[in-house]
């Protein structure tokens, strides 16, 4: 029962370098999503895709790329890391309609 | 624009209190309307999920309300106990699977 699963957990970049966020589901949710937290600002919806093959801005899109690879993965790319995306970034995920929306852990991003 | 608010930002209260929390929302068309647990570094745990034809739901020591009319949502605990100190979110969807959180109230219960 893994439910959603995030990678890293952590991971400090230098300004200017790039990175990906990986997640994937194993329940056959159709909607996944990419948000980001930041104190006092709540949750922050990223990016998302309603099924497989699909994707769609959220609220703050500058500066990130996300790719739907199938129905169980989705992943989040930083193509040239700014301070401004020290964040704590997390996957969801769910059926139709946001029933059975489940989260995963998250990663912890700091740029230096 | 679509905005939810949480009161209070932070609440303490000794064990065995039962206490209400409070989510607004400034559009009353919600498709659905969800609380949030999380704890310190971790994820979010699902706790209700109110469909916007409901007035209810009940889990344990738990019962979230919705009144869209007035676009208000409370989570009542009953019987507080230290475990349930975290943060609780509430979180809105509008006719998409897209939720829109509030800032969360972060619990203390003391023994």
């Known amino acids: 029962n893994a439910g959603v699963t995030q990678t890293p957990k952590f991971q400090v970049l230098k300004t200017g370098q790039s990175m990906t966020l990986q997640c994937a589901q194993d329940?056959?949710?159709?909607?996944m999503y990419w948000y980001r937290q930041d104190p006092g600002m709540g949750l922050r919806l990223i990016y998302y895709?309603?099924?497989?093959?699909?994707?769609d801005k959220g609220e703050v899109p500058n500066g990130y790329n996300v790719s739907r690879l199938n129905k169980r993965e989705f992943s989040l790319r930083l193509e040239s890391a700014a301070p401004s995306q020290t964040s704590v970034y997390f996957c969801a995920s769910s059926f139709t309609g946001g029933n059975g929306y489940t989260f995963g852990s998250g990663t912890r991003l700091t740029v230096v | 624009k679509q905005e939810v608010t949480q009161i209070p930002a932070a609440l303490s209260v000794p064990e065995g209190e039962n206490l209400v929390l409070n989510c607004s929302f400034t559009d009353s068309a919600i498709y659905n309307l969800q609380w949030f647990r999380q704890d310190p570094g971790k994820g979010l745990t699902s706790l209700l999920l109110?469909?916007?034809?409901?007035r209810e739901q009940t889990s344990g020591r738990l019962n979230a309300s919705l009144d869209k009319s007035s676009g208000r949502s409370t989570l009542y605990i009953a019987a507080s106990q230290p475990g349930d100190s975290a943060t609780y979110l509430c979180?809105?969807?509008?006719?998409?699977?897209?939720?829109?959180f509030g800032t969360g109230t972060r619990l203390q219960v003391f023994p």
């Open positions: 329940m056959n949710h159709n909607s």
């Open positions: 979180a809105v969807s509008y006719n998409t699977d897209k939720l829109i």
């Open positions: 109110i469909q916007s034809s409901q």
């Open positions: 895709s309603a099924s497989e093959g699909t994707t």
